[in-house]
């Protein structure tokens, strides 16, 4: 990976307020009550903690007729100048994406998906120059496809890796830095990540596994105190907790509550 971009943070991202109906929103377990006003309360704490880190925050309002709708990660992945709106694989999340389509309008040139293809941005693991692309319940393996075509107009490679656990990809493993990867242990097969020279970490918390990495720092879940000890022990980085737990009930966590737009000439994930 020595020929990419340099990593920085990203100087934007594009969020979406929490609908008053979250506790509708697609799930796994629902053994759970979720309170939509302490999600949103959280909400508004993790915009200010991108604030606080220097980003501009994009806050696109909420829509009560798409109870996921603050999971925006789904809706689109940005390959560099280029970005896909995708077809949620959920049929409840697919209205979602048109405000996002015209939220995004003004930094990326966007290409749409059709059925029968489906893809949520919660599959898209971006490490420098390479997408790997979780094929799961959500992802379809035209809808990686389509995803390999348009990421080769900004030189990306992509990865396809089978998601055997959990929603997304992404709730298996993330970046906690550039070439560094945790992951919830045992839920993967880390073999084409160790293969691109990522290090991996394994985790113990399964909501551990879904940082959210800007630059130097590396946002992880209140939930995730053994995780958040462990990367603290790293040298260059800086933890910041963060307490998503409404968000967990509904099978989020850290990256699924933003859209990142890397800076023109960098990546970031
Ligand atoms: C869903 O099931 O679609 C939402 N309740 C959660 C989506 C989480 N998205 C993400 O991690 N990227």
Redesign the pocket.
């Given at each position: 990976m020595s020929d990419r971009l340099p990593f920085a943070a990203p100087l934007t991202v594009l969020v979406r307020d929490v609908a008053s109906n979250m506790d509708r929103?697609?799930?796994?377990n629902h053994s759970q009550e979720i309170d939509a006003a302490r999600a949103r309360t959280q909400h508004d704490a993790y915009v200010k903690t991108l604030n606080d880190l220097g980003l501009d925050v994009h806050r696109i309002p909420a829509d009560d007729t798409c109870p996921?709708c603050c999971?925006i990660?789904?809706t689109a992945v940005i390959t560099g100048k280029n970005a896909v709106v995708t077809r949620?694989?959920?049929a409840s999340?697919r209205h979602e994406i048109a405000a996002v389509r015209s939220g995004l309008n003004q930094w990326c040139t966007l290409h749409t998906m059709e059925a029968p293809l489906t893809l949520?941005?919660?599959?898209v693991l971006r490490a420098g120059n390479r997408l790997f692309v979780g094929t799961s319940s959500?992802t379809n393996p035209q809808g990686a496809e389509f995803l390999r075509k348009i990421a080769a107009l900004d030189g990306l490679d992509v990865v396809v890796v089978n998601v055997r656990g959990g929603?997304?990809l992404?709730?298996s493993c993330t970046l906690a830095g550039p070439d560094h990867l945790v992951h919830f242990a045992g839920s993967l097969d880390i073999t084409p990540f160790r293969d691109a020279g990522l290090r991996c970490t394994p985790v113990i918390e399964p909501f551990g596994a879904?940082v959210l990495v800007l630059g130097p720092v590396v946002l992880v879940s209140s939930r995730s105190p053994a995780t958040a000890d462990l990367l603290s022990r790293e040298k260059n980085i800086a933890v910041r907790l963060i307490d998503v737990s409404e968000?967990h009930k509904?099978?989020?966590?850290l990256?699924?509550l933003s859209i990142r737009i890397p800076r023109p000439g960098a990546w970031c994930t």
């Open positions: 929103c697609e799930r796994e996921d999971f990660e789904d949620p694989g959920a999340r949520d941005g919660g599959d959500r929603l997304h992404k709730s879904n968000f509904a099978d989020g966590a990256t699924c």
